[in-house]
């Protein structure tokens, strides 16, 4: 009697009733949140790996069949898209979608954007005003061999962005991915520019209505470096990269931010001395006989080690994207001998096969992201690889190529050779789809959060300890918003960076 009356095991019982509550509220809630990106799984290609995929013919505009008509080269073997498969593809459809493997599929409904509609287009990519005489490459979106790709939602996507802060650090490929979300997200709300260094290479915009700021960072190899070029790429001495040291303008505004898109690339590729300990090791193309040749393999995988390193060892933990490379498309010739890149639709899985320098980096990243995502899930790092490459090598028909220029035809010396952008996207263009994929990969890590909601909520029940909750200030030091919006950026843009003999 005594014991039934006590109000201790009455208050515990309660108690756990209102955590089983709390409980399936937030899991109703997640589920709900989840389930609105997978109900789209299409049953056809679940566990279908080696059937036929997607007869994309049939949903054809007529202009468009007439381009993929041409019959695709034999099955090359020894196709590094085979290892890829062996790599990722093993994961049972059922459980798990690559969302990296796919094909690109007619889009009828064609950009979300467009140079009339987005103000922010840099001029360099923007293939529509520059007089890009074919349209067909916007009528397409990435479609994942065993789910479905949502397209990018704007408005979802700031609400799950509100009081948060993303940033893109890497190279200009990062700057093309960056233009082409401000776009998308300026169909809710305008960006505005908070912040831009001398050169525009650094850049923050916020969005004032959902308390969301963008960075991009320029930080071409991550680590530190000292580079003896103008803005016009002209060397006077070779790069010194110091392999063993990061670029403190990532690092040292890392603690800030949320949210990190981060990306080695191109710049690897050109001439430099590498450093560790302060210490000459090497170089990359020095010609001189007395240092050793170590190539750009080497200090790619270096960097990337030192750069995955921080962010495993991190105190704090954003969530991090790392980004694999970004392909180029240059025919007949290299960006400075005379290629081009003039085809008007995507390749299909098997018709290309990927350029063996992006071979190379593309391995080291994904090596370098395997051993740090080993230290990443033991020290409770977010951490993902944003495996665009594949979905990237077969988009030929998505870059500048000659409509880099405004009108380029229209000059008077209609013989002289025009450089191509094989290697930045135009926008709208294909890299758009890497939002729709960088989407959905935040939607998954959503469900991950609400989880981990729920078990710290949970403890501070447990505590009694409510309301201790840090709110984080990014404390950014933006400075007064720029009078020079649309302001024509410099030639700092520059479209081929690796040049690897040194000028
Ligand atoms: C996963 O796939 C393998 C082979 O692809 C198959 O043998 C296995 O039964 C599948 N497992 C499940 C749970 O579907
Ligand atoms: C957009 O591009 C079209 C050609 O595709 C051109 O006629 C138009 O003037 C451009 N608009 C702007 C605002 O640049
Ligand atoms: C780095 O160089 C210093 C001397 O400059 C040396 O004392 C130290 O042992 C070196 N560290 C490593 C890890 O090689
Ligand atoms: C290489 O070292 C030798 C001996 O120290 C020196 O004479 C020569 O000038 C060096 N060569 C270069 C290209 O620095
Ligand atoms: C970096 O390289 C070292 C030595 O090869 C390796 O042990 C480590 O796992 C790599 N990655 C990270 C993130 O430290
Ligand atoms: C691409 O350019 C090359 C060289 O100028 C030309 O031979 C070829 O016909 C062009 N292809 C297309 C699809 O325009
Ligand atoms: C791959 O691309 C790089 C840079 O454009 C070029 O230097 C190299 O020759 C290409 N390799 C192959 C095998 O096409």
Same mark, same amino acid.
């Given at each position: 009697?005594?014991?039934?009356?006590?109000?201790?095991?009455?208050?515990? #019982? &309660? +108690?756990?009733? =209102?955590? @089983?509550?709390?409980? /399936?509220?937030?899991?109703?809630?997640?589920? *709900? %949140? #989840? &389930? +609105?990106?997978? =109900?789209? @799984?299409?049953?056809? /290609?679940?566990?279908?790996n080696?059937?036929? *995929? %997607?007869?994309?013919d049939?949903?054809?505009?007529?202009?468009?069949?007439?381009?993929?008509?041409?019959?695709?080269?034999?099955?090359?073997?020894?196709?590094?898209?085979?290892?890829l498969?062996?790599?990722?593809i093993?994961?049972?459809?059922?459980?798990k979608?690559?969302?990296f493997?796919?094909?690109?599929?007619?889009?009828?409904?064609?950009?979300r954007?467009?140079?009339?509609?987005?103000?922010?287009?840099?001029?360099?990519?923007?293939?529509?005003k520059?007089g890009?005489?074919?349209?067909?490459?916007?009528?397409?979106?990435?479609k994942?061999?065993?789910?479905?790709?949502?397209?990018?939602?704007?408005?979802?996507?700031?609400?799950?962005?509100?009081?948060?802060?993303?940033?893109?650090?890497?190279?200009?490929?990062m700057?093309n991915?960056?233009?082409?979300?401000?776009?998308?997200?300026s169909?809710?709300?305008?960006?505005?520019d908070?912040?831009?260094?001398?050169?525009?290479?650094?850049r923050?915009?916020?969005?004032?209505?959902?308390?969301?700021?963008?960075?991009?960072v320029?930080?071409?190899?991550?680590?530190?470096?000292?580079?003896?070029?103008?803005?016009?790429?002209?060397?006077?001495?070779?790069t010194?990269l110091?392999?063993?040291?990061?670029?403190?303008?990532?690092t040292?505004?890392?603690?800030?931010?949320?949210?990190?898109?981060?990306?080695?690339?191109?710049?690897f590729?050109?001439?430099?001395?590498?450093?560790?300990?302060?210490t000459?090791m090497?170089?990359?193309n020095?010609?001189?006989?007395?240092i050793?040749?170590?190539?750009f393999?080497?200090?790619?995988?270096k960097a990337?080690n030192?750069?995955l390193?921080?962010?495993?060892?991190?105190?704090?933990?954003?969530?991090?994207?790392?980004?694999?490379?970004?392909?180029?498309?240059?025919?007949?010739?290299?960006?400075?001998?005379g290629?081009?890149?003039?085809r008007?639709?995507?390749f299909?899985?098997?018709?290309?096969?990927?350029?063996?320098?992006?071979?190379i980096?593309?391995?080291?990243?994904?090596?370098?992201?395997?051993?740090?995502?080993?230290i990443g899930?033991?020290?409770?790092?977010?951490?993902?690889?944003?495996?665009?490459?594949f979905v990237?090598?077969?988009?030929?028909?998505?870059?500048p190529?000659?409509?880099?220029?405004?009108?380029?035809?229209d000059r008077?010396?209609?013989?002289?050779?025009?450089?191509?952008?094989?290697l930045?996207?135009?926008?709208?263009?294909?890299?758009?789809?890497?939002?729709d994929?960088?989407?959905?990969?935040?939607i998954?890590?959503?469900f991950?959060?609400?989880?981990l909601a729920?078990?710290?909520?949970l403890?501070?029940?447990?505590?009694?300890?409510?309301?201790?909750?840090?709110v984080?200030?990014?404390?950014?030091?933006?400075?007064?918003?720029?009078?020079?919006?649309?302001?024509?950026?410099?030639?700092?843009?520059?479209?081929?960076?690796?040049?690897?003999n040194?000028?």
């Open positions: 009697m005594k014991q039934f009356n006590n109000s201790v095991p009455r208050n515990t #019982f &309660s +108690s756990i009733f =209102v955590k @089983f509550a709390v409980c /399936f509220l937030f899991l109703g809630l997640a589920y *709900r %949140l #989840f &389930s +609105s990106s997978l =109900v789209q @799984f299409s049953p056809v /290609f679940v566990a279908n080696d059937g036929p *995929r %997607l007869d994309v049939k949903t054809l505009p007529p202009q468009v069949v007439a381009a993929v008509a041409e019959p695709p080269p034999p099955e090359i073997s020894g196709d590094p898209f085979v290892n498969d062996d790599h990722h093993s994961e049972n459809a059922t459980e979608c690559n969302l493997i796919g094909d690109w599929i007619p889009d009828p409904n064609g950009p954007y467009t140079n009339s509609t987005c103000q922010t287009i840099e001029s360099p990519q923007n293939c529509m520059n890009r005489p074919d349209f067909d490459y916007v009528y397409w979106r990435w994942p061999r065993d789910c479905n790709l949502p397209k990018f939602d704007p408005k979802k996507f700031l609400k799950i962005m509100r009081h948060k802060s993303l940033a893109f650090i890497g190279d200009s490929i700057r991915h960056v233009q082409s979300l401000l776009c998308m997200l169909e809710v709300e305008q960006a505005v908070v912040y831009h260094d001398e050169a525009y290479k650094n923050r915009w916020s969005f004032p209505s959902h308390h969301f700021t963008v960075s991009l320029w930080s071409p190899y991550l680590t530190k470096a000292h580079t003896f070029e103008d803005d016009n790429g002209v060397s006077t001495g070779l010194q110091h392999l063993d040291k990061l670029d403190t303008i990532w040292k505004q890392y603690e800030n931010l949320d949210y990190v898109i981060i990306a080695g690339g191109k710049w590729l050109k001439s430099a001395l590498y450093y560790e300990n302060n000459l090497g170089c990359h020095c010609h001189n006989p007395n050793t040749q170590l190539g393999k080497y200090a790619y995988r990337l030192s750069t390193k921080f962010i495993t060892g991190s105190k704090h933990k954003p969530f991090v994207l790392f980004r694999s490379t970004a392909p180029d498309h240059f025919e007949n010739g290299e960006w400075n001998t290629g081009y890149c003039n008007t639709s995507p299909k899985t098997g018709e290309i096969e990927i350029n063996d320098t992006d071979e980096m593309r391995r080291a990243e994904l090596e370098e992201f395997e051993k740090a995502e080993a899930s033991v020290n409770g790092v977010k951490m993902k690889l944003f495996d665009t490459t990237s090598l077969l988009r030929p028909d998505g870059h190529g000659v409509y880099r220029q405004f009108h380029p035809y008077k010396d209609k013989n002289a050779k025009i450089q191509n952008d094989c930045h996207w135009c926008l709208p263009g294909p890299i758009d789809s890497w939002n994929l960088m989407m959905e990969m935040l998954k890590d959503l991950f959060i609400l989880y729920l078990s710290v909520l403890i501070i029940r447990d505590d009694n300890e409510a309301g201790r909750a840090v984080k200030d990014p404390a950014h030091t933006a400075r007064a918003p720029s009078q020079v919006e649309g302001v024509v950026l410099a030639s700092f843009d520059l479209p081929y960076p690796y040049v690897t040194p000028a």
